[in-house]
Protein backbone atom coordinates (compact mmCIF):
# COMPACT_ATOMS: atom_id res chain seq x y z
CA UNK A 1 0.00 0.00 0.00
CA UNK A 2 1.46 3.59 -0.75
CA UNK A 3 -0.23 5.73 1.42
CA UNK A 4 0.59 9.78 0.92
CA UNK A 5 0.46 11.40 4.26
CA UNK A 6 -0.09 15.26 4.05
CA UNK A 7 0.69 17.27 6.65
CA UNK A 8 1.64 20.79 5.35
CA UNK A 9 0.06 22.83 7.77
CA UNK A 10 2.28 20.78 11.13
CA UNK A 11 5.19 23.29 12.42
CA UNK A 12 4.16 23.71 16.10
CA UNK A 13 2.56 22.05 19.17
CA UNK A 14 0.40 19.99 19.01
CA UNK A 15 0.00 19.32 15.03
CA UNK A 16 3.65 18.41 14.92
CA UNK A 17 3.64 15.98 17.70
CA UNK A 18 0.76 14.41 16.14
CA UNK A 19 2.82 14.09 13.17
CA UNK A 20 6.40 12.77 14.79
CA UNK A 21 3.74 10.34 16.78
CA UNK A 22 2.33 8.54 13.35
CA UNK A 23 6.11 8.53 12.20
CA UNK A 24 7.72 7.08 15.27
CA UNK A 25 4.97 4.14 14.96
CA UNK A 26 5.15 3.57 10.94
CA UNK A 27 8.97 4.03 11.05
CA UNK A 28 9.27 1.80 13.90
CA UNK A 29 6.39 -0.83 13.90
CA UNK A 30 6.02 -3.73 11.41
CA UNK A 31 2.50 -3.32 10.42
CA UNK A 32 4.29 0.08 9.13
CA UNK A 33 6.80 -1.13 7.66
CA UNK A 34 4.91 -3.04 5.53
CA UNK A 35 3.49 -0.34 3.16
CA UNK A 36 5.29 3.07 1.44
CA UNK A 37 4.58 6.45 2.69
CA UNK A 38 4.66 9.48 1.19
CA UNK A 39 5.24 12.65 3.53
CA UNK A 40 3.92 16.14 2.21
CA UNK A 41 5.48 18.24 4.94
CA UNK A 42 6.63 22.27 4.92
CA UNK A 43 10.25 21.33 6.44
CA UNK A 44 12.24 18.18 7.59
CA UNK A 45 10.21 17.59 10.34
CA UNK A 46 11.12 13.96 10.12
CA UNK A 47 14.32 11.53 8.46
CA UNK A 48 13.53 9.56 4.99
CA UNK A 49 13.79 5.49 5.74
CA UNK A 50 14.03 2.70 3.62
CA UNK A 51 9.95 3.23 3.56
CA UNK A 52 9.14 6.84 4.30
CA UNK A 53 9.59 9.68 1.77
CA UNK A 54 9.34 12.89 2.57
CA UNK A 55 8.57 15.93 0.03
CA UNK A 56 8.90 19.60 1.79
CA UNK A 57 6.66 22.07 0.24
CA UNK A 58 7.74 25.06 1.91
CA UNK A 59 6.04 27.63 -0.13
CA UNK A 60 2.64 26.35 0.88
CA UNK A 61 2.31 27.63 4.72
CA UNK A 62 3.42 30.90 3.79
CA UNK A 63 -0.04 32.48 3.27
CA UNK A 64 -3.95 31.17 4.24
CA UNK A 65 -3.85 32.01 -0.01
CA UNK A 66 -1.34 29.94 -0.59
CA UNK A 67 -2.91 26.83 1.71
CA UNK A 68 -6.30 27.25 -0.15
CA UNK A 69 -4.31 27.33 -3.54
CA UNK A 70 -3.01 23.94 -2.29
CA UNK A 71 -6.01 22.32 -0.97
CA UNK A 72 -8.55 23.40 -4.12
CA UNK A 73 -6.04 23.12 -7.01
CA UNK A 74 -2.16 22.43 -7.02
CA UNK A 75 -2.78 19.93 -4.21
CA UNK A 76 -4.42 17.18 -6.45
CA UNK A 77 -1.53 17.48 -9.64
CA UNK A 78 1.25 17.06 -6.96
CA UNK A 79 -0.55 13.67 -5.40
CA UNK A 80 -2.30 12.66 -8.32
CA UNK A 81 1.35 12.35 -9.75
CA UNK A 82 2.43 10.39 -6.89
CA UNK A 83 -0.10 7.59 -7.75
CA UNK A 84 -1.27 6.69 -3.61
CA UNK A 85 -3.83 3.78 -3.08
CA UNK A 86 -5.05 6.07 -0.21
CA UNK A 87 -4.76 9.59 1.02
CA UNK A 88 -4.04 10.49 4.56
CA UNK A 89 -4.79 13.68 5.84
CA UNK A 90 -3.63 14.83 9.42
CA UNK A 91 -4.27 18.18 9.11
CA UNK A 92 -7.99 19.00 8.88
CA UNK A 93 -8.79 19.77 5.59
CA UNK A 94 -8.58 17.31 2.14
CA UNK A 95 -7.37 17.91 -1.21
CA UNK A 96 -9.87 18.75 -3.03
CA UNK A 97 -10.48 17.16 -6.91
CA UNK A 98 -8.26 13.86 -6.12
CA UNK A 99 -10.04 10.34 -7.28
CA UNK A 100 -8.03 8.89 -5.03
CA UNK A 101 -9.46 7.30 -1.01
CA UNK A 102 -8.97 10.55 1.39
CA UNK A 103 -9.36 9.75 5.13
CA UNK A 104 -9.81 12.77 7.25
CA UNK A 105 -7.62 13.39 10.91
CA UNK A 106 -9.50 16.03 12.43
CA UNK A 107 -8.12 17.50 15.69
CA UNK A 108 -9.16 21.29 15.71
CA UNK A 109 -11.95 21.54 18.32
CA UNK A 110 -12.48 24.98 17.58
CA UNK A 111 -15.44 25.05 15.06
CA UNK A 112 -17.06 22.91 16.97
CA UNK A 113 -17.00 23.82 20.72
CA UNK A 114 -19.90 25.66 22.14
CA UNK A 115 -18.22 27.43 24.93
CA UNK A 116 -17.35 30.56 23.39
CA UNK A 117 -17.76 32.49 20.45
CA UNK A 118 -15.12 34.58 19.49
CA UNK A 119 -15.50 38.15 17.68
CA UNK A 120 -13.87 39.23 14.78
CA UNK A 121 -14.48 43.08 16.80
CA UNK A 122 -12.12 42.24 19.36
CA UNK A 123 -8.69 42.01 18.37
CA UNK A 124 -7.32 39.51 20.96
CA UNK A 125 -10.48 37.08 19.46
CA UNK A 126 -10.36 37.33 15.69
CA UNK A 127 -8.10 34.86 14.92
CA UNK A 128 -9.97 32.80 16.73
CA UNK A 129 -12.94 33.88 15.48
CA UNK A 130 -11.68 32.66 11.72
CA UNK A 131 -10.99 29.47 12.89
CA UNK A 132 -14.21 29.02 14.40
CA UNK A 133 -16.44 30.40 11.24
CA UNK A 134 -14.42 30.88 7.89
CA UNK A 135 -11.73 27.92 8.65
CA UNK A 136 -14.43 25.93 10.38
CA UNK A 137 -16.36 25.98 6.93
CA UNK A 138 -13.41 24.79 5.13
CA UNK A 139 -12.80 21.63 7.76
CA UNK A 140 -17.00 20.91 7.91
CA UNK A 141 -16.82 20.70 3.75
CA UNK A 142 -13.76 18.39 4.28
CA UNK A 143 -15.34 16.08 6.80
CA UNK A 144 -18.49 16.14 4.53
CA UNK A 145 -15.90 15.10 1.04
CA UNK A 146 -14.11 12.72 2.75
CA UNK A 147 -13.99 9.03 2.83
CA UNK A 148 -13.47 8.54 6.39
CA UNK A 149 -12.57 10.79 9.20
CA UNK A 150 -11.06 10.36 12.54
CA UNK A 151 -11.32 12.23 15.61
CA UNK A 152 -9.75 12.09 18.94
CA UNK A 153 -12.35 11.85 21.63
CA UNK A 154 -16.21 11.02 21.69
CA UNK A 155 -17.26 14.34 22.77
CA UNK A 156 -16.31 15.55 19.43
CA UNK A 157 -17.58 12.95 17.07
CA UNK A 158 -20.66 13.76 18.40
CA UNK A 159 -20.36 17.30 18.11
CA UNK A 160 -19.12 16.91 14.64
CA UNK A 161 -21.52 14.68 13.37
CA UNK A 162 -24.51 17.13 14.96
CA UNK A 163 -23.14 20.04 13.11
CA UNK A 164 -22.37 18.29 9.86
CA UNK A 165 -25.28 15.27 9.79
CA UNK A 166 -22.68 12.57 8.67
CA UNK A 167 -23.54 9.07 8.74
CA UNK A 168 -22.21 7.68 12.26
CA UNK A 169 -20.83 5.10 10.49
CA UNK A 170 -18.26 7.47 8.67
CA UNK A 171 -16.76 8.70 11.31
CA UNK A 172 -14.72 7.07 14.41
CA UNK A 173 -12.99 8.32 17.54
CA UNK A 174 -9.79 7.22 18.50
CA UNK A 175 -7.67 8.12 21.42
CA UNK A 176 -4.53 9.61 20.22
CA UNK A 177 -1.48 7.04 21.94
CA UNK A 178 0.24 8.25 24.35
CA UNK A 179 3.81 7.12 25.78
CA UNK A 180 3.49 5.45 29.14
CA UNK A 181 4.65 8.03 31.39
CA UNK A 182 4.10 6.57 34.51
CA UNK A 183 6.78 3.91 34.82
CA UNK A 184 9.77 6.32 33.96
CA UNK A 185 8.78 9.67 35.15
CA UNK A 186 6.73 8.42 38.55
CA UNK A 187 8.92 9.49 41.72
CA UNK A 188 8.59 9.61 45.33
CA UNK A 189 9.13 13.45 45.54
CA UNK A 190 6.59 14.70 48.46
CA UNK A 191 3.50 16.51 47.43
CA UNK A 192 3.23 19.95 48.20
CA UNK A 193 -0.20 21.24 49.05
CA UNK A 194 1.10 24.79 48.56
CA UNK A 195 2.38 24.70 44.67
CA UNK A 196 0.35 24.72 42.10
CA UNK A 197 1.30 24.09 37.96
CA UNK A 198 -0.27 25.17 34.62
CA UNK A 199 1.41 23.76 31.46
CA UNK A 200 0.05 25.49 28.90
CA UNK A 201 0.91 27.95 25.89
CA UNK A 202 -0.21 31.62 26.18
CA UNK A 203 -3.90 31.16 23.77
CA UNK A 204 -6.85 33.07 24.94
CA UNK A 205 -8.00 29.80 24.92
CA UNK A 206 -5.98 28.37 27.72
CA UNK A 207 -8.11 31.15 29.83
CA UNK A 208 -4.82 31.99 32.45
CA UNK A 209 -7.28 34.85 33.19
CA UNK A 210 -9.41 32.46 35.54
CA UNK A 211 -6.29 31.64 37.08
CA UNK A 212 -5.17 35.15 37.76
CA UNK A 213 -8.73 35.95 39.01
CA UNK A 214 -8.36 33.35 41.31
CA UNK A 215 -5.70 34.36 42.99
CA UNK A 216 -6.86 37.91 43.58
CA UNK A 217 -9.76 36.26 45.45
CA UNK A 218 -7.69 34.43 47.49
CA UNK A 219 -5.38 37.30 48.06
CA UNK A 220 -8.58 39.20 49.28
CA UNK A 221 -9.16 36.61 51.52
CA UNK A 222 -5.21 36.98 53.07
CA UNK A 223 -4.87 33.33 51.70
CA UNK A 224 -0.46 34.13 49.92
CA UNK A 225 1.07 30.81 51.20
CA UNK A 226 0.71 29.17 47.87
CA UNK A 227 2.24 29.65 44.40
CA UNK A 228 0.97 28.63 41.01
CA UNK A 229 3.56 27.93 38.27
CA UNK A 230 2.49 28.31 34.31
CA UNK A 231 4.88 27.55 31.77
CA UNK A 232 4.80 31.21 29.51
CA UNK A 233 6.67 34.39 29.70
CA UNK A 234 5.76 37.10 32.38
CA UNK A 235 3.32 38.93 31.36
CA UNK A 236 1.31 40.27 34.70
CA UNK A 237 2.74 40.95 38.38
CA UNK A 238 0.46 39.48 40.30
CA UNK A 239 1.21 37.70 43.45
CA UNK A 240 1.40 34.19 43.93
CA UNK A 241 2.38 33.29 40.02
CA UNK A 242 5.54 32.46 38.82
CA UNK A 243 6.52 32.37 35.36
CA UNK A 244 8.85 29.74 34.31
CA UNK A 245 8.69 30.28 30.40
CA UNK A 246 9.29 26.64 28.30
CA UNK A 247 10.26 24.16 30.60
CA UNK A 248 11.90 20.47 30.44
CA UNK A 249 9.75 17.70 29.83
CA UNK A 250 11.32 16.49 32.97
CA UNK A 251 10.71 19.73 35.19
CA UNK A 252 7.13 19.09 33.72
CA UNK A 253 6.85 15.58 34.96
CA UNK A 254 8.56 16.42 38.41
CA UNK A 255 6.44 19.29 38.85
CA UNK A 256 3.20 16.54 38.52
CA UNK A 257 4.61 14.81 41.19
CA UNK A 258 4.89 16.99 43.77
CA UNK A 259 2.66 19.97 42.50
CA UNK A 260 -1.87 19.96 42.07
CA UNK A 261 -2.64 20.64 38.09
CA UNK A 262 -4.79 23.32 37.57
CA UNK A 263 -6.03 23.14 33.78
CA UNK A 264 -8.37 25.40 32.98
CA UNK A 265 -8.72 25.33 29.52
CA UNK A 266 -12.25 25.73 28.38
CA UNK A 267 -11.44 24.13 24.69
CA UNK A 268 -9.12 21.14 24.10
CA UNK A 269 -9.78 18.08 21.85
CA UNK A 270 -8.02 15.64 24.56
CA UNK A 271 -5.63 17.79 26.70
CA UNK A 272 -2.51 15.98 26.90
CA UNK A 273 -1.35 17.43 30.28
CA UNK A 274 -4.46 15.84 31.85
CA UNK A 275 -3.52 12.45 30.34
CA UNK A 276 0.07 12.91 31.39
CA UNK A 277 -0.76 13.68 35.31
CA UNK A 278 -3.66 11.19 35.07
CA UNK A 279 -0.68 8.68 34.46
CA UNK A 280 1.53 9.83 37.61
CA UNK A 281 -1.90 10.10 39.51
CA UNK A 282 -1.51 13.96 40.27
CA UNK A 283 -4.11 15.73 41.82
CA UNK A 284 -6.22 17.42 39.11
CA UNK A 285 -8.46 20.53 38.85
CA UNK A 286 -10.41 20.70 35.95
CA UNK A 287 -12.38 22.98 33.62
CA UNK A 288 -15.82 21.14 33.95
CA UNK A 289 -15.73 20.73 29.72
CA UNK A 290 -16.85 17.67 27.92
CA UNK A 291 -13.28 16.96 26.85
CA UNK A 292 -11.88 16.64 30.41
CA UNK A 293 -14.66 14.69 31.39
CA UNK A 294 -13.95 11.71 28.65
CA UNK A 295 -10.57 11.86 29.33
CA UNK A 296 -10.60 11.68 33.07
CA UNK A 297 -14.00 9.43 33.31
CA UNK A 298 -13.09 7.39 36.49
CA UNK A 299 -10.18 9.35 37.53
CA UNK A 300 -10.13 10.07 41.23
CA UNK A 301 -8.09 12.48 41.78
CA UNK A 302 -10.25 15.11 40.06
CA UNK A 303 -12.20 18.09 40.60
CA UNK A 304 -13.94 20.06 38.08
CA UNK A 305 -14.93 23.72 38.18
CA UNK A 306 -16.69 26.41 35.92
CA UNK A 307 -13.80 27.86 33.82
CA UNK A 308 -16.09 31.03 33.39
CA UNK A 309 -16.41 31.17 37.50
CA UNK A 310 -12.89 31.68 39.14
CA UNK A 311 -14.81 31.80 42.40
CA UNK A 312 -15.11 28.16 41.99
CA UNK A 313 -11.50 27.64 41.03
CA UNK A 314 -10.68 29.61 44.11
CA UNK A 315 -12.78 27.49 46.06
CA UNK A 316 -10.67 24.37 45.23
CA UNK A 317 -7.55 26.06 45.54
CA UNK A 318 -8.07 26.80 48.88
CA UNK A 319 -9.59 23.15 49.63
CA UNK A 320 -6.16 21.94 48.26
CA UNK A 321 -3.75 24.56 50.89
CA UNK A 322 -6.40 23.58 53.67
CA UNK A 323 -5.68 19.67 53.13
CA UNK A 324 -9.29 19.08 52.88
CA UNK A 325 -8.80 18.01 49.09
CA UNK A 326 -5.28 15.55 49.15
CA UNK A 327 -4.21 13.59 46.51
CA UNK A 328 -5.43 9.75 46.80
CA UNK A 329 -3.20 7.14 47.13
CA UNK A 330 -2.94 5.28 43.86
CA UNK A 331 -1.81 1.66 44.03
CA UNK A 332 -0.90 1.09 40.46
CA UNK A 333 -0.74 3.54 37.76
CA UNK A 334 -3.89 4.43 35.78
CA UNK A 335 -2.98 2.73 32.58
CA UNK A 336 -5.72 4.25 30.22
CA UNK A 337 -5.14 3.58 26.60
CA UNK A 338 -1.40 2.04 27.07
CA UNK A 339 -1.86 0.52 23.81
CA UNK A 340 -1.11 2.61 20.63
CA UNK A 341 -3.96 3.12 19.28
CA UNK A 342 -2.02 3.68 15.44
CA UNK A 343 -2.84 0.31 14.56
CA UNK A 344 -6.56 1.43 14.56
CA UNK A 345 -5.97 4.21 12.02
CA UNK A 346 -3.51 1.71 9.76
CA UNK A 347 -6.89 -0.51 9.84
CA UNK A 348 -8.53 2.32 8.60
CA UNK A 349 -6.79 3.37 5.57
CA UNK A 350 -6.20 -0.26 4.53
CA UNK A 351 -10.18 -0.53 4.46
CA UNK A 352 -10.79 2.20 2.64
CA UNK A 353 -8.21 1.22 -0.12
CA UNK A 354 -9.63 -2.43 -0.46
CA UNK A 355 -13.02 -0.42 -1.22
Not at 50 to 69: G, H, P, T
Not at 104 to 110: F, S, W
Not at 350 to 355: D, G, H, L, W
Request: aromatic share 12%.
Amino acid sequence: MRVVVNNIAASTSGALSILKSFYKYISSSKVGKEHEWIFLLNDNYIEETENVKVIVLNNVKKSWKNRLEFDFISGKKIITELRPDVVFSLQNTIIYGLDYPQILYMHQAIPFQKEKRFSFLKPEERTLAIYQYLIGRVIKKSIKKADKVVVQTNWIKDAVIKDTNISPKKITAILPPFEDKANRYKSHHPFKANNFFYPAAESLYKNHKCIYEACSILNNKGTKNFEISLTIKNKEDIENISYLGEIPFEEVMYRYNTSTLIFPSYIETVGLPLMEARQIGTLVLAADCAYAREVLQGYENVYFFDPFKPQELAYLLEKVLLKEIQPKIMEQADDKNQANSWIEVIEILIESMVK
